[in-house]
């Protein structure tokens, strides 16, 4: 009788959400199910096929905008508003329905690869581009049929009949491929049990957030909220060990093989299309053009990583011997990869006496979202307001509406998923899951974006607390919303966060700057007790650390990116090898073994050949910051509205380096950027 009234509670609660004004779907995934939601992908696969079918049979004499171009741009839009049914698999509690989406999700991309290969659609669009009427496009229209053109070649329609059905199972394995990576890594559940005395260090409010099983002992997921804090204060080598071999053998078994055969296949697909890897295939359409500029870019930076990092880590060693003498382990001379996370920690709180522990009592969650909204709203002229009883796909779930504060317009709603839970997207991300472009009767949809995180939630006596580096985090993913709902890209492809993938990061790397300002440091935080200030020293230690550890923090994006690199300038690899040796050459680290960066670096989906662009893109935001923001000031409203129309307006309708001069007013170079790392 209770399960019966709960049961029926929940519904009610459910048939009571509200679908806000311009939100096109429903994204309460507790009232779908698997067979509807691949209903709903079936009908969207058909209008897919035949919206193709109409264009490839327009005859070359008839051929014009309103039914050859326009037809595509306005099925661009349908896939994109589509999206949340693939986007279902990374945030839906229900395991069938998180299934039936990466199913739904591998059939639009099928079927994609199929209508990419339709010549007769090719040809009209040829034709078109041939035609008097091309001349009269307005330029973000003429930057569409451009890239039709060329997407056209690089999807495979000028190669051979002989080698088009290899080209074609290629495209659909690694599809498949990238899947089944990324469901892995998304599925896991890793963990281990250990006595409470083994986790000494790691702050009590953390311990008790950790189950305990029948013997008493605390269940330690390698989820954030646990990882980073024993990886960073657990005074226990032995249980660091532990952990992070936990950590970094995740789905090492499934994805090994799985990520050496995504290689190999990647490399096959670019050879078919002409070219010697699958970096150069990739890097033709980013801003640094071939593999041999970003090599460059890497190997430079590198070499002055590593300065850094060999006075850090000398340092690190000084710590741990003194540490090991006090705490009675034996001090072999080198570090271990179980130490690098806790004594990059140690330097912070003993060199630049920063107690992370301490301060993070400053930054409580809701502090840190209100402040932060605060901030986002004055410098980019925006009013956000809090939605209640939206749909919605978990009660942790908020929901917003963005408004422009001068004109009252309504530009889109956001929704925040910030606490970790089963089956969850396991990192922090943002996805645009309806563009805010025009529909096809030439009116504007509302964009709506969606931040996942995972963040610790409150417990029994104390609300969720942050340390500095997740505020960070946050405002790095926040920035993401904001060129999402900022945009106002007229065709849905080119809207908001698509910009070229090496510049992507830059919008959103330039608004964390203000978690190292002390007026907007203020703004953020205030005990979660009395909503006491910072006290000063700490808060002037805290702005002085933002130099704390930048070689090893930098070498590691350096690392990261020459592993990316490497793997997609070759045939095939032993991925699990190279993340050794090459751990080892940049760190003088060996990796715990039996491990594999490859198997479990997620970037390697959607990032492949393009890590680098984490860094490359900081040269532009540092540079941004630097020139306007910290000269003009940091809440300068004709600065931050110059920000918001000449970077986040555009998105992908003008090129990234255009949108750079533009807010510049000149050619951007490294100078922030080096200034920024003590170089």
């Not at 029948?214 to 269940?219: F, L, P």
């Amino acid at each position: 009788m209770v399960l019966l009234y709960g049961l029926l509670v929940q519904l009610i609660t459910y048939a009571s959400s509200k679908r806000y004004p311009g939100i096109l779907g429903n994204f309460d995934y507790r009232t779908m199910t698997p067979e509807g939601l691949l209903a709903e992908n079936d009908e969207l696969l058909k209008v897919m096929q035949n919206v193709y079918d109409n264009v490839g049979s327009v005859p070359k004499e008839n051929v014009s905008f309103e039914n050859v171009i326009k037809p595509l741009i306005d099925l661009d839009g349908d896939i994109t508003t589509k999206y949340r049914l693939s986007f279902a698999h990374s945030v839906a509690s229900d395991k069938a329905l998180r299934d039936a989406s990466s199913e739904a999700e591998k059939y639009v991309t099928d079927v994609k690869i199929d209508l990419s290969l339709r010549k007769d659609v090719y040809g009209n669009i040829l034709t078109f581009s041939q035609s008097p009427e091309s001349r009269n496009l307005n330029p973000e229209q003429k930057r569409y049929v451009d890239k039709a053109l060329r997407d056209g070649k690089r999807n495979g329609l000028l190669i051979s009949e002989d080698k088009l059905q290899e080209f074609k199972m290629i495209k659909k394995k690694i599809t498949e491929l990238k899947l089944n990576f990324g469901k892995c890594l998304s599925e896991d559940s890793s963990h281990i049990f250990t006595k409470e005395e083994n986790l000494d260090g790691v702050p009590q409010d953390v311990v008790e957030s950790m189950e305990k099983d029948e013997t008493g002992k605390r269940k330690v997921t390698v989820k954030y909220p646990h990882l980073y804090p024993v990886m960073e204060y657990c005074k226990n080598p032995e249980t660091r060990f532990i952990l992070m071999k936990a950590y970094q053998s995740r789905c090492v078994q499934e994805n090994t093989p799985r990520i050496e055969e995504l290689i190999a296949a990647r490399h096959r697909h670019a050879n078919i299309l002409g070219y010697p890897t699958h970096a150069a295939f990739v890097l033709e359409e980013r801003m640094a053009k071939n593999p041999e500029t970003v090599r460059e870019f890497l190997e430079d930076l590198t070499l002055k990583f590593k300065v850094l990092w060999n006075k850090e880590k000398a340092i690190m060693l000084d710590l741990k011997e003194s540490e090991a003498k006090e705490l009675g382990f034996e001090f072999n001379g080198k570090l271990a990869m179980e130490d690098k996370w806790y004594y990059t920690a140690q330097i912070s709180k003993k060199i630049y006496s920063v107690d992370h522990e301490k301060l993070k009592e400053y930054f409580p969650l809701e502090k840190v979202l209100s402040g932060m909204m605060e901030i986002y709203q004055r410098i980019l002229g925006l009013k956000f307001t809090k939605l209640e009883d939206g749909e919605v796909w978990h009660d942790d779930v908020s929901m917003y509406q963005v408004d422009d504060k001068a004109t009252g317009e309504t530009l889109g709603y956001f929704f925040l998923d910030l606490h970790p839970r089963d089956g969850k997207f396991g990192h922090a991300a943002m996805w645009d899951i309806q563009p805010g472009s025009l529909d096809r009767n030439g009116n504007r949809q509302k964009a709506v974006a969606v931040m996942v995180c995972n963040f610790p939630k409150s417990s029994a006596d104390r609300p969720a607390l942050l340390e500095h580096g997740q505020v960070r985090t946050l405002f790095h993913e926040f920035g993401h919303v904001m060129n999402g709902v900022c945009s106002k890209a007229n065709i849905s492809i080119f809207f908001g966060t698509e910009t070229a993938r090496d510049f992507v990061e830059a919008p959103s790397q330039m608004l964390e700057n203000w978690v190292w300002e002390e007026e907007s440091l203020k703004m953020i935080s205030g005990h979660y007790k009395d909503g006491s200030p910072i006290p000063r020293t700490l808060l002037h230690n805290l702005v002085a650390s933002k130099a704390a550890n930048v070689g090893s923090k930098s070498l590691g994006q350096m690392f990261t990116a020459t592993y990316d690199l490497m793997l997609h300038t070759q045939n095939q690899t032993d991925t699990m090898q190279l993340s050794n040796d090459l751990y080892r050459e940049f760190f003088g680290i060996e990796r715990i073994p039996g491990t594999n960066k490859g198997a479990n670096l997620g970037h390697l989906l959607g990032y492949d050949a393009g890590y680098y662009g984490y860094m490359w893109s900081r040269v532009f935001s540092q540079d941004m910051f630097d020139t306007r923001f910290a000269k003009e000031g940091i809440f300068n409203t004709t600065t931050g509205m110059d920000y918001r129309n000449k970077i986040l307006r555009p998105g992908a309708s003008i090129d990234a380096g255009d949108m750079i001069r533009n807010f510049l007013g000149r050619e951007p170079n490294q100078k922030a950027f080096l200034k920024s790392k003590g170089l």
